[in-house]
């Protein structure tokens, strides 16, 4: 079936309520052309271990540039629990994700990436915490991360620290979007509007009972990180902009320490004035000129993302684009709606 449609219609081709779906798959693909029918293989045995006939597997292609759509055709065609997205061009992971979310009809939603890095196996281990804990989310914690450079590993830490120190409440440091979690949890996702997604934080945000597991996190099982350094930089700057407003207080910050400084320039310049003798030189004007200029031309960025991201919100530009939607839907489990489930 040929369509275009954005997010917000994407609401609309929800299925209608009926028999529970207990776990519904949620699955971003980039470029996973080999990876896939591994994928498929190990995420349909753990969930006919622990879901029966009652599970759903949502794969979206998001503008992969490999054989990905024509594998995922394939497996929708074959397996009637997968559902197959393809995207109009490169959207981006998270914006994949709530392709994959939006569409989601099980009890329990589980993210996963295609790569296999975080094991699919863990959902058994993951709904039974969930029973037994009374958890709204469980998500994975990574204990190691095998085939990943020292730099990578250095830079993650640094950023979920900095995030730590940046916002008023807790994002889970070492962890990323792998995760199950219940569906009022994703009823209260799905209608957070930012544009500029981080979706590990609004998870984090939304609050409920989330409670993590350890694993060791896995090699790529095939293929290359389409995660460049460039992307990992964006996605940083999406998070910190999107979940605190403190990056622009440092220019409250940096002006009353240049004050500071200033008034005991002044006294120096004073004192020197008075009691010696002077020569002007051009290297403390520089000096200062550059610190200035540097201060000034640092804090207007800083304050240009965040009106850069304004700025893209108000336009309200549809997150997405389906170019083309491959599988049959199955119907969708009702929301919980009990008291602690009500959104605010």
């Given at each position: ?130 029973d037994a804990e009374g958890a709204d989310v469980v998500y994975g914690k990574r204990r190691s991360r095998a085939g990943e450079t020292q730099s990578k590993k250095l830079t993650a830490m640094i950023f979920y620290r900095l995030l730590g120190k940046l916002i008023d409440f807790e994002i889970p440091s070492d962890t990323g979007d ?5 569906r009022r949890v994703l009823e209260a996702l799905l209608s957070m509007p930012e544009s500029h997604r981080f979706i590990r934080g609004m998870v984090a945000w939304i609050g409920f009972r989330q409670l993590p597991i350890e694993y060791d996190r896995q090699s790529r099982y095939a293929g290359e990180t389409g995660y460049t350094f ?115």
């Amino acid at each position: 079936m040929n369509l275009i449609v954005d997010n917000k219609e994407t609401l609309a081709m929800r299925p209608p309520l009926g028999p529970a779906v207990k776990v519904s798959v949620a699955i971003p693909c980039y470029n996973e052309e080999a990876s896939l029918p591994e994928l498929h293989r190990r995420v349909t045995a753990v969930c006919r271990e622990v879901a029966g006939d009652a599970y759903e597997m949502i794969l979206v292609n998001d503008g992969s540039r490999d054989g990905t759509w024509s594998v995922i055709s394939k497996l929708a065609t074959a397996d009637s629990h997968v559902r197959g997205i393809d995207l109009s061009r490169n959207f981006g992971h998270q914006a994949a994700l709530t392709a994959a979310l939006t569409l989601c009809a099980g009890e329990r939603i589980f993210i996963l990436d295609a790569d296999l890095q975080d094991p699919p196996e863990l959902l058994k281990p993951m709904m039974e915490k969930m029973d037994a804990e009374g958890a709204d989310v469980v998500y994975g914690k990574r204990r190691s991360r095998a085939g990943e450079t020292q730099s990578k590993k250095l830079t993650a830490m640094i950023f979920y620290r900095l995030l730590g120190k940046l916002i008023d409440f807790e994002i889970p440091s070492d962890t990323g979007d792998f995760r199950l979690m219940t569906r009022r949890v994703l009823e209260a996702l799905l209608s957070m509007p930012e544009s500029h997604r981080f979706i590990r934080g609004m998870v984090a945000w939304i609050g409920f009972r989330q409670l993590p597991i350890e694993y060791d996190r896995q090699s790529r099982y095939a293929g290359e990180t389409g995660y460049t350094f460039a992307k990992m930089l964006n996605f940083a700057l999406d998070a910190i902009t999107a979940f605190s407003a403190r990056p622009l207080r440092l220019g409250l910050y940096a002006g009353m320490a240049l004050v500071g400084l200033s008034w005991i320039g002044i006294l120096y310049s004073l004192v020197s004035w008075l009691f010696f003798a002077t020569t002007p030189g051009w290297t403390s004007l520089i000096i200062v000129v550059m610190f200035m200029g540097g201060a000034q031309i640092f804090m207007l960025a800083m304050i240009g993302e965040y009106v850069s991201r304004t700025f893209v919100q108000t336009k309200n530009r549809p997150l997405y684009l389906l170019r083309e939607v491959v599988g049959s839907p199955v119907a969708r489990a009702k929301p919980e709606t009990t008291e602690s489930s009500t959104a605010a």
